[in-house]
């Protein structure tokens, strides 16, 4: 799927306007404070992913600019696999819309898939398991409707179990819905590891080195097959939960271990290269979108260039065009490559589209 046209209205700093996209790389170029974060946001709300983790209040995203609506709508014409209309109205919430269909997020992230790298992107691969466990997340909920609803459920029986344990009460009641759930999990994101690392020895240009990755089941390992491993696991850590007050098996402590030639891949590499084994991870993940949901999913990088040199955006260049996705790239740098389409950016506004 591609961006075709774009139209946002009252929507932070950018000036209302139409915008028509290229279907290949576009790469929005504009000093700092022009908006282009804020155009990436836009696409991420409006596929259904909400607002960039920097805001945690919806509230905050219609203009505060000397105007008395206090809502920002945004439109986008989707094409590729399917023509759709996208909207979303955000006021203190936001509602999407298909057409004239009211659409769930989880509805509309299989629509149109979009896979989005921030500025902190490198915490893929220099973070803490939780960044890890976000793309993995992301990926499920993309390509299995019910990934989500799962995950969901786990999260609130396991909120439930901590406060049984935290109390001193018996979890065998929390721990019999869990088990399910948290096996089909680990079921799943072991699934999208393994088609991740088939897919990521096709991005060798971008890596220093070939990188291993391995899933780490939170609290497991005592057997091959998740059902064996979760209830052995849960049988053998019980005590420990009980001492702890926590619990320790399961989806939330996962981790996916990322090695290049057997080390660890945050200390082994610099942090350009780490910056493009995130860019990596995101390019396999995007391969496994492709594969699973027969979409091809739009690419958001935002701070494309940052910390690389002339070979790294060279290398990520030449990636993310032989994906054949839409890739949608931001910097504060003038760059000119052929087979890119340049949109530069001041004060909220694309200059070369003549809003
Ligand atoms: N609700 C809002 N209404 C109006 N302006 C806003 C709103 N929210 C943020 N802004 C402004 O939008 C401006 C542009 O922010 P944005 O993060 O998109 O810039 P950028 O082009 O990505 O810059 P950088 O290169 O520094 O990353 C900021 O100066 C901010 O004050
Ligand atoms: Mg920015």
Same mark, same amino acid.
């Given at each position: 799927?591609?961006?075709?046209?774009?139209?946002?209205?009252?929507?932070?700093?950018?000036?209302?306007?139409?915008?028509?996209?290229?279907?290949?790389?576009?790469?929005?170029?504009?000093?700092?404070?022009?908006?282009?974060?804020?155009?990436?946001?836009?696409?991420?709300?409006?596929?259904?992913?909400?607002?960039?983790?920097?805001?945690?209040?919806?509230?905050?995203?219609?203009?505060?600019?000397?105007?008395?609506?206090?809502?920002?709508?945004l @439109?986008?014409?989707?094409?590729? *696999? !399917?023509?759709?209309? %996208?909207? #979303? /109205?955000?006021?203190?919430? =936001?509602?999407?819309?298909?057409?004239?269909?009211?659409?769930?997020?989880?509805?509309?992230?299989?629509?149109?898939?979009?896979?989005?790298?921030?500025?902190?992107?490198?915490?893929?691969?220099?973070?803490?398991?939780?960044?890890?466990?976000?793309?993995?997340?992301?990926?499920?909920?993309?390509?299995?409707?019910?990934?989500?609803?799962?995950?969901?459920?786990?999260?609130?029986?396991?909120?439930?179990?901590?406060?049984?344990?935290?109390?001193?009460?018996?979890?065998?009641?929390?721990?019999?819905?869990?088990?399910?759930?948290?096996? @089909?999990?680990?079921?799943?994101? *072991? !699934?999208?590891?393994? %088609?991740? #690392? /088939?897919?990521?020895?096709? =991005?060798?240009?971008?890596l220093?080195?070939?990188?291993?990755?391995?899933?780490?089941?939170?609290?497991?390992?005592?057997?091959?097959?998740?059902?064996?491993?979760?209830?052995?696991?849960?049988?053998?850590?019980?005590?420990?939960?009980?001492?702890?007050?926590?619990?320790?098996?399961?989806?939330?402590?996962?981790?996916?271990?990322?090695?290049?030639?057997?080390?660890?891949?945050?200390?082994?590499?610099?942090?350009?290269q780490?910056?493009?084994?995130?860019?990596?991870?995101?390019?396999?993940a995007?391969?496994?979108?492709?594969?699973?949901?027969?979409?091809?999913?739009?690419?958001?990088?935002?701070?494309?260039?940052?910390?690389?040199?002339?070979?790294?955006?060279?290398?990520l260049?030449?990636?993310?065009?032989?994906?054949?996705?839409?890739v949608?790239?931001?910097?504060?740098?003038?760059?000119?490559?052929?087979?890119?389409?340049?949109?530069?950016m001041?004060?909220?506004?694309?200059?070369?589209?003549?809003?």
């Amino acid at each position: 799927m591609y961006f075709s046209d774009t139209y946002f209205h009252n929507f932070r700093n950018l000036r209302q306007g139409r915008v028509s996209w290229s279907p290949g790389f576009n790469l929005i170029t504009g000093p700092n404070g022009a908006g282009k974060t804020n155009f990436i946001e836009g696409l991420n709300l409006i596929s259904g992913w909400g607002p960039l983790e920097r805001t945690t209040k919806i509230s905050s995203v219609p203009s505060w600019e000397g105007t008395e609506d206090v809502k920002a709508s945004l @439109w986008a014409k989707a094409s590729g *696999e !399917e023509d759709i209309d %996208l909207f #979303a /109205s955000i006021s203190m919430k =936001c509602s999407l819309k298909c057409g004239d269909k009211i659409t769930a997020a989880s509805a509309m992230r299989a629509k149109v898939p979009v896979m989005t790298f921030l500025s902190d992107g490198m915490s893929l691969v220099r973070g803490g398991a939780s960044s890890r466990r976000v793309l993995l997340d992301r990926i499920g909920a993309i390509i299995s409707p019910s990934y989500a609803m799962r995950l969901h459920d786990y999260r609130k029986i396991l909120r439930q179990k901590t406060i049984l344990l935290r109390k001193g009460r018996d979890v065998s009641p929390a721990d019999r819905v869990l088990a399910p759930l948290g096996i @089909w999990l680990w079921t799943a994101r *072991e !699934e999208i590891l393994r %088609l991740m #690392a /088939s897919s990521i020895i096709e =991005c060798g240009d971008l890596l220093a080195c070939p990188m291993e990755l391995v899933f780490a089941r939170g609290g497991g390992g005592l057997a091959a097959a998740p059902s064996d491993d979760f209830r052995s696991s849960l049988a053998a850590k019980g005590r420990r939960e009980r001492e702890l007050r926590m619990p320790l098996i399961g989806p939330q402590r996962d981790d996916v271990k990322l090695l290049c030639n057997g080390m660890d891949a945050s200390l082994f590499l610099s942090r350009g290269q780490s910056r493009r084994a995130a860019a990596a991870l995101i390019l396999a993940a995007a391969a496994v979108v492709k594969r699973k949901v027969g979409r091809k999913p739009v690419l958001i990088f935002d701070e494309i260039t940052s910390e690389l040199d002339d070979c790294g955006r060279s290398a990520l260049l030449e990636a993310l065009l032989k994906t054949g996705c839409q890739v949608f790239g931001a910097t504060t740098d003038r760059l000119d490559y052929d087979d890119v389409s340049i949109q530069m950016m001041r004060d909220g506004r694309f200059l070369n589209t003549g809003l």
